[in-house]
């Protein structure tokens, strides 16, 4: 059998025993990659098994008790505690009527408005103002609207414990619920 140097691009003769000695080098990475995806396989699982007791079997078993928190034996305590998430759309259209929605409802003041120079909340009229003024003087802008992740979370948050709307489902990715929270004891 011929093998290649790679490093002196020769072909040289490769015995029984370096056969045998790739042989088993190929099969130990093809069983560490079938043991290492076995093993994403099983975290995947436990994390989906974290999920369902923290976010729906305490909670509801907890609520049944009119329980919020509790204490163990081993000193660590549980307490369950509303739980928020939002995001907003990355789809062009939708994206639009999102901020449209924030505007509507008071809330545009969360909305950072940036064309070359960074704007914050409550400037909108500045950088349109500044975007007119620099492409009536012939400069290219380009306008990055956004709002801040952990804003939006405090936003929705805030929405929910006054009882006010909340950001419509079909316009944003919004999630409220109740979740476990563990507190090992020190």
């Not at 789809?91 to 545009?108: F, K, M, S």
């Not at 909340?121 to 349109?128: Q, V």
């Not at 009882?163 to 316009?171: H, V, W």
């Given at each position: 059998m011929n093998k290649i140097n790679f490093e002196q691009d020769q072909i040289e003769t490769v015995s029984n025993d370096d056969a045998t000695s790739i042989g088993d080098l190929c099969q130990q990475l093809v069983d560490a990659e079938a043991e290492v995806s076995a093993l994403k396989d099983l975290l995947k699982t436990k994390q989906e098994n974290?999920?369902?007791?923290?976010?729906?079997?305490?909670?509801?078993?907890?609520?049944?008790?009119n329980l919020s928190q509790l204490k163990l034996n081993d000193?660590?305590?549980?307490?369950?505690?509303?739980?928020?998430?939002?995001?907003?759309?990355?789809?062009?259209?939708?994206?639009?009527?999102?901020?449209?929605?924030?505007?509507?409802?008071?809330?545009?003041?969360?909305?950072?408005?940036?064309?070359?120079?960074?704007?914050?909340?409550?400037?909108?009229?500045?950088?349109?103002?500044?975007?007119?003024?620099?492409t009536a003087n012939g400069y290219e802008v380009e306008q990055t609207l956004k709002v801040e992740s952990q804003t939006l979370k405090a936003t929705l948050k805030e929405l929910h414990l006054k009882?006010?709307?909340?950001?419509?489902?079909?316009?944003f990715k919004t999630f409220v619920g109740r979740q476990a929270k563990v507190t090992r004891k020190k």
């Open positions: 974290v999920l369902e007791l923290k976010q729906v079997k305490i909670p509801a078993w907890m609520q049944e008790k000193g660590s305590s549980i307490e369950v505690t509303n739980f928020y998430g939002i995001s907003i759309p990355k789809d062009h259209d939708q994206r639009a009527t999102a901020y449209q929605w924030l505007r509507d409802n008071n809330l545009g003041d969360i909305i950072k408005n940036e064309i070359a120079a960074r704007f914050g909340r409550n400037e909108d009229g500045k950088a349109l103002e500044f975007a007119k003024l620099a009882g006010a709307a909340l950001p419509p489902e079909e316009t």
